[in-house]
T-cell receptor, first 115, second 110 residues
């Protein structure tokens, strides 16, 4: 399976600021996804990041708050903008390996605390 | 719509068996099972495609009942390493995305 890394692994931010999270994969993948997981909760899909096209956002998530870039088949970024304490969460990227039964593999996650 | 997992939590002694269920109100194309340990990322266990197939490796197996839109994960002779939260992720035909259940916390005691 693909090896996925995320930066930063954790951060503490002040409200009103923005943080950009990077997701790097060691192989080319077609589909990349960004999830949010609040403490003790399930995984909630924020958006699907497709190379060469705009990200597709899920209900409740908007581009102005969570802009996403996907410049190539191995890299994506998620920005959490104008942060509030409610944005404190774990943010995970996942990738779907092309042609392998559409299995998703997750990166290690970014733990974000907003004060 | 989020699939429903049951039970929400289960506590076992090492060597006992467990069954975790995942039910959807929508017709599913596939069901994906993951295990997540505290502070770690979810780890892929297996995928089941529509067709009612059953899969397994080691002492963990799963089934997918297409008629009931339900999948079950079976853990036999549980080991301490099986502890964690199990999530099912369901995919509807053509959706190209997963919707995850609320999770089942499994605790294995010696």
């Amino acid at each position: 399976s693909a090896v996925i890394s995320q930066k930063p692994s954790r951060d503490i931010c002040q409200r009103g600021t923005s943080l950009t999270i990077q997701c790097q994969v060691d192989s080319q993948v077609t589909m990349m996804f960004w999830y949010r997981q609040q403490p003790g909760q399930s995984l909630t899909l924020i958006a699907t990041a497709n190379q060469g096209s705009e990200a597709t956002y899920e209900s409740g998530f908007v581009i102005d708050k969570f802009p996403i870039s996907r410049p190539n088949l191995t890299f994506s970024t998620l920005t959490v903008s104008n942060m509030s304490p409610e944005d404190s969460s774990i943010y995970l990227c996942s990738v779907e390996e092309a042609g392998y039964q559409e299995t998703q593999y997750f990166g290690p996650g970014t733990r974000l605390l907003v004060l | 719509q989020q699939p429903v997992q049951s039970p929400q939590a289960v506590i076992l002694r090492e060597g006992e068996d467990a069954v975790i269920n995942c039910s959807s109100s929508k017709a599913l194309y596939s069901v994906h099972w993951y295990r997540q340990k505290h502070g770690e990322a979810p780890v892929f266990l297996m995928i089941l495609l529509k067709g009612g197939e059953q899969k397994g490796h080691d002492k963990i197996s799963a089934s997918f009942n297409e008629k009931k839109q339900q999948s079950s994960l079976y853990l036999t002779a549980s080991q301490l390493s099986y502890s964690g939260t199990y999530f099912c992720g369901t995919e509807i035909q053509g959706a190209q995305k997963l919707v995850f259940g609320q999770g089942t916390r499994l605790t294995i005691n010696p």
